[in-house]
């Protein structure tokens, strides 16, 4: 599985990248949880019978579904984290600054396989030397660069389990949606229950554009966060769902 790349990652002037926030460095963020029932206060005093109602309950129609349901395909992106890597290290060139395109600055020297999850997921943090605690990006158009944070299409930092990325022409920037059918995995299984859970639980914001040409049609790209103790592409969430259904939120 390989995901189309977002806008972040293909725009020039350094307004891209895929990832999370300086606040959230500490690692991954988990999956959001599906809220626990409200716990009724005890009564006070005996309950009194309600007021006969003349009409019927009124109950809120459900959301139609985004596209057709069953129609969507749902691709993961995350941050990666130095630290889990073991490669030869290796010089890169870049930007040492944020707007900044194609730069032959030095940024110091990380491990190949760090370097190859950046260029597929558009950046990881740094966790050792120099620049440890700061984010080295990519992008096709921008090439490497040093950075705080991480940033989507207009320069802000990526939320995990809330911002996505679509071609325009599927979802305009800022649409909200719920994942509503988490559909099947590669091989034609039902994805399992708790990752499921994980994926309809979250509220996402598409706040990146797929390159025109990159995404396809029907095509929504999700990000998870940034690693933590394990790398991420080993996680049950680093994941495709076929077949989901969205719905707006």
């Keep these: 599985m390989r995901r189309a790349v977002p806008a ?39 309950p009194t019978a309600p007021a006969p109602s003349t009409s019927a309950p009124s109950t809120p129609a459900p959301a139609s579904p985004l596209g057709r349901p069953g129609g969507w395909r749902v691709t993961t992106y995350y941050t990666a984290l130095e630290s889990l890597y073991r490669g030869e290290r290796k010089a890169v060139r870049g930007c040492t600054r944020f707007h900044c395109s194609h730069g032959k600055e030095p940024l110091g020297s990380y491990p190949e396989d760090f370097l190859k999850v950046v260029q597929m997921e558009g950046s990881g943090r740094i966790t050792a030397g120099p620049q440890r605690g700061r984010y080295l990006n990519w992008s096709h158009s921008v090439g490497f660069w040093l950075d705080d944070t991480t940033r989507d299409s207009r320069g802000r930092p990526l939320k995990a389990w809330a911002s996505a990325a679509a071609d325009r022409s599927v979802l305009a920037r800022g649409q909200r949606f719920a994942i509503t059918g988490c559909g099947e995995d590669a091989h034609g299984r039902p994805i399992e229950g708790p990752v499921c859970a994980a994926f309809r639980n979250a509220r996402w914001t598409v706040t990146d554009l797929f390159r025109p040409g990159y995404g396809g049609e029907n095509h929504a790209d999700v990000y998870i966060g940034e690693e933590k103790d394990t790398r991420l592409s080993e996680s049950p969430y680093y994941t495709t769902l076929n077949r989901a259904t969205l719905s707006p939120s």
């Design 8 to 46: 972040a990652l293909m725009l020039c002037g350094a307004l891209a990248g895929c990832g999370q926030d300086a606040e959230g460095a500490a690692g991954y963020v988990p999956p959001p949880a599906a809220p626990a029932p409200a716990t009724p206060a005890p009564a006070t005093s005996a």
